[in-house]
């Protein structure tokens, strides 16, 4: 059981939009800051989202991140097959002294 | 190129110990904080542990705080985890990965794996 709540899986067709939600507690999502992973088959996880919505070098302004209270979302736009992946939200627990992650969210695109 | 290489995993018994290293290359290892992360097969991403840049401080999950120990040799650019005490729950690709801000990790190795079992 996850400290971050994801949805298991999200699906959407070539060049459509898709959001998946992160949703937390006071004590991680609603006093830190999230970033966003993607996991593709067999690879490490690639940072797309730090600081709730900043983007690194190098990844396309297809994907976005925005918070709310306790809660975050990840939005991916003109999906692409490439994107299928696992994706996940993470971010510092206050409480737990600890890091945490979501469950992971499957991304098809059909 | 930033780099991080993990090696040390291996075959264990329960109750066995296992150190992992983590090499890192391409940046100035002393400065960020550096977490190790791993992810049983099929399953989702565990946050393990994270040191500070220079040794002072350290965090665990429950699930490995007083069984593990993070440590790092910022003269060698090595990071380190020491096992101990391990479990069949602990079987999993363990991830060694760089702070860039506020918790978020931008670099990550390609994971050396852990299975416990007799």
């Known amino acids: 059981q996850s400290v971050l709540t994801q949805p298991p899986s999200v699906s959407a067709a070539p060049g459509q939009k898709v959001t998946i939600s992160c949703s937390g507690s006071s004590s991680n999502i609603g006093s830190y800051y999230v970033s966003w992973y993607q996991q593709l088959p067999g690879t490490a996880p690639k940072l797309l989202i730090y600081d709730n919505n900043k983007r690194p070098s190098g990844i396309p302004d297809r994907f976005s991140g925005s918070k709310s209270g306790t809660s975050a979302t990840l939005g991916i736009t003109g999906l692409q097959t490439g994107d299928e992946a696992d994706y996940y939200c993470?971010?510092?627990?206050?409480?737990?002294?600890?890091?945490?992650f979501g469950g992971g969210t499957k991304l098809t695109v059909l | 190129e930033v780099q991080l290489l993990e090696s040390g995993g291996a075959l264990v018994q329960p109750g066995g110990s296992l150190r992992l290293s983590c090499a890192a290359s391409g940046f100035t290892f002393s400065g960020p904080w550096m977490h190790w992360v791993r992810q049983a097969p099929g399953k989702g991403l565990v946050w393990v542990s994270r040191?500070?840049?220079?040794?002072?401080?350290?965090n665990y999950a429950d699930s490995v705080r007083g069984r593990f120990t993070i440590s790092r040799d910022n003269a060698k650019n090595t990071l380190y985890l020491q096992m101990n005490s391990l479990r069949a729950e602990d079987t999993a690709v363990y991830y060694c990965a760089k702070d860039y801000s506020n918790w978020a990790t931008d670099v990550w190795g390609q994971g050396t794996t852990v299975t416990v079992s007799s």
């Open positions: 993470g971010t510092w627990d206050t409480s737990l002294s600890a890091g945490v």
């Open positions: 040191i500070k840049g220079d040794g002072s401080k350290t």
